[in-house]
């Protein structure tokens, strides 16, 4: 793979990582408050799925480093998560909420599974459209359990939409381990009768990308979706007020020794890896600092955004 | 004693005399529920009685129904209220109907619980209330949990009437402190009196009845007046008769509430009041609620969307002051 690339990638997955860093140091010292999903040790499928995906992105709560790769500053996404007007979501959203449709990014939902039949919906718009990138919905395991996401497989493959179904299986749906709800452990095992399935290591950031970049040919040949099944490992709690108590310690260090970033380091050059830490490093630090100074919304605009200005005369 | 351990109790105590009773929710077993209100139960009891739910709210509440169908007498636990609109076709056209629609040969002892309201800067997603759209539905019983010794008398009646219940917790009050008293007959139907008064009748349940008594003093000596605050404890039906006879005593009314004010549930306390009680008014009542916007995840904007202690305090004196108190 182009070296350049790999560089970026890298580069990608060390400023999430940081950020995630910078998030959870600031949620105790109370500048962030409410849920918080640190993505740490699943960079790899985050990154790697945002470079190489062209059309529209469906993503869940755990979406900073998603949203960081498809384009967001970290200074915007940062300020979101302290509530400020400079935030992507101008304060309102918070850390489950980033969207970007300019970058077609049509990010966190708070509700599991709620997302997948909105994806459905662009799909199909963007074959109507005839715009052949078409779009990708990521989910968790939990979120296969869901009866949207049967009807959405079902929906997705009739209308032969151009859908990629990404499945991110860290095997938890917070504490409940997936054996214990699901019928399978694999996940495209439930989607096998309806479209192709690949199954990729989540933790590698070139063959999440390289597994992305093949789906997305696919879906332009027009012939439906195709569901990809991530196997991913979460470094920390479901969100910061998870203690993790139900994954022991040998289980969290089998965990780690897939960091994403160990595994890439020996294909990258070593100027390029001592240049980039301080970079990033700095970069999160600006952004912490550009959260800090910007202003909270102001209470004048409580009724702001729910309605266009024009449907807020109506609506007040 | 511990508001979620009062709950814990109300159902450890239940299951201990009666095996049909099994519990069903997301996280309940092995992690003991999101605000650990059903820990302990997975060891005391096994798995074949607390059950791990996938994310599957239609069918939790759908399996609920055909399990208390089946002679089992099912305890839901909804991770937030929020979910609990994944599940509404089976409240609605099957928990709340099926009894009738089969001229009573079908009985649901069923209890559905689920916190709701704004906690804190959990964004728009995870803020909502939504006893109004739950009281709306007829064949229902719903009860607002306002405090430790109400849950764990009130839950232990849910879960032994063959009636299906609705029980509403407020995700900010687990931790609230209470010394429940066991040998008390309290009637879940019926509301109470936090603090007996005869000039203002102010009724409220759940977080916005502590964020008012937290402020009552207050208002009493500004207004010089003195207030008589209910926790109205069952939201369908309701207590109609207490509500009379302290709105006769105080001919004024407040109603205190966090969700929405368009479609808000003390709404339909006051039209019945001003129907009813027309006469005995002195003012016309006042209703306190959250405003038509979703609730925002920054902190401000949050507490601006609802009622606070010291909006209440604002609104009330403002209120008293134009109207001859
Ligand atoms: C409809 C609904 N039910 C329950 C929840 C609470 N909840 C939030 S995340 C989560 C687990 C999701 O697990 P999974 O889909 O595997 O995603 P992961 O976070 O592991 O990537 C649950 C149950 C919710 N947000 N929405
Ligand atoms: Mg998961």
């Known amino acids: 793979m182009d070296s350049t690339l790999m560089e970026d990638l890298y ?40 470079k190489a995906f ?31 007007v400079d935030g992507v979501s101008k304060g309102r959203g918070g850390s489950m909420h980033m969207f970007s449709p300019q970058l077609g990014f049509y990010g966190g939902d708070a509700i599991v599974g709620g997302h997948i039949p909105n994806a459905v919906g662009c799909a199909y718009a963007r074959k109507y459209q005839d715009k052949k990138t078409g779009c990708l919905v ?26 990629v179904f990404l499945c ?28 192709p399935t690949v199954e990729v290591d989540g933790m590698d950031v070139l063959a999440v990308y390289k597994a992305i970049k093949e789906a997305g040919e696919y879906i332009k040949e027009g ?42 380091k020996p294909f990258l050059d070593k100027v390029f890896l001592e240049k980039i830490e301080e970079q990033v490093i700095q970069e999160i630090m600006q952004a912490v600092n550009f959260a800090k100074a910007s202003p909270e919304p102001s209470l004048t605009d409580l009724h702001k955004y729910s309605f266009t200005n024009e449907g807020l005369k109506h609506a007040l | 004693m511990l508001y979620r351990e009062a709950i814990n109790l109300a159902m450890d105590e239940t299951m201990s005399e009666d095996t049909n009773i099994i519990l069903l929710g997301e996280d309940i077993a092995d992690v003991g529920g ?25 069918s939790i509440v759908g399996n609920a129904i055909g399990m208390a169908i089946g002679g089992l007498r099912p305890v839901v636990e909804l991770m937030t209220a929020n979910f609990s609109l994944l599940a509404f076709d089976q409240i609605v056209n099957h928990m709340a109907k099926l009894p ?11 209890v559905l619980r689920m916190p709701q309201g704004v906690s804190k800067q959990l964004g728009a997603q995870h803020s909502e209330n939504y006893e109004n759209m739950l009281s709306s539905i007829p064949g229902l019983f719903v009860f607002a949990v306002s405090s430790p010794n109400y849950a764990y008398h009130a839950l232990k009646k849910a879960i032994k009437m063959d009636d299906p219940v609705i029980f509403i917790e407020h995700e900010l009050l687990y931790n609230k402190k209470e010394e429940i008293d066991r040998s008390s007959d309290l009637d879940p139907f019926k509301a109470r009196i936090i603090k007996e008064g005869t000039d203002i009748t102010i009724i409220s349940y759940l977080k916005m009845l502590d964020d008012t008594a937290s402020v009552l003093e207050e208002i009493e000596k500004e207004l010089n007046c003195s207030c008589e605050l209910i ?37 339909q306390i006051i039209s019945w009041a001003v129907e009813e009680l027309f006469y005995f008014l002195d003012a016309a009542p006042l209703r306190l609620c959250g405003e038509n916007v979703p609730i925002a995840y920054n902190r401000k904007l949050e507490l601006a969307s609802i009622p606070t202690p010291k909006s209440i305090k604002k609104d009330i004196i403002n209120w008293g002051t134009n109207n001859g108190l």
């Open chain 1, 11 to 50: 580069y990608c997955m060390l400023l999430g990582r940081h950020f995630e860093y910078a998030a959870k140091e600031n949620y105790f010292q109370g500048n962030i408050s409410g849920f918080l999903h640190l993505d740490i040790g699943q960079e790899a499928l985050s990154v790697g799925t945002m």
């Open chain 1, 54 to 84: 062209e059309g529209d992105v469906f993503t869940t709560y755990r979406e900073h480093v998603m949203a960081l790769s498809r384009g967001m500053s970290a200074n915007a996404v940062m300020a979101e998560l302290f509530g400020k």
């Open chain 1, 138 to 163: 990521v989910f968790g395991d939990g979120a296969t359990n869901c009866g949207g996401f049967f009807e959405s497989i079902n929906i997705a493959t009739s209308q032969k939409l151009p859908l």
């Open chain 1, 168 to 195: 991110e299986n860290n095997k938890y749906a917070i504490g409940t381990k997936i054996e214990s709800v699901s019928a399978f452990s694999k996940q495209a095992k439930k989607v096998e009768a309806y479209m």
């Open chain 1, 223 to 264: 012939k439906g979706p195709i569901f990809i099944e991530a196997m991913t490992c979460r470094f920390e709690g479901h969100s910061i007020s998870d203690a993790n108590k139900y994954r022991s310690s040998k289980e969290m260090q089998k965990c780690k020794e897939l960091d994403p970033l160990i595994k890439l």
């Open chain 2, 34 to 58: 999101t605000f650990r209100v059903t820990e302990g139960l997975l060891k005391k009891y096994g798995k074949t009685r607390v059950i791990d739910t996938p994310i599957a709210e239609l």
């Open chain 2, 100 to 110: 009738f629609m089969s001229a009573g040969k079908i009985r649901l002892p069923l």
């Open chain 2, 231 to 267: 926790d109205l404890c069952s939201l369908n039906p309701v207590d109609f008769k207490s509500l009379e006879i302290s709105i006769k005593k105080t001919g004024r009314l407040i109603m205190i509430e966090e969700g929405h004010r368009m479609g808000s549930y003390g709404a």
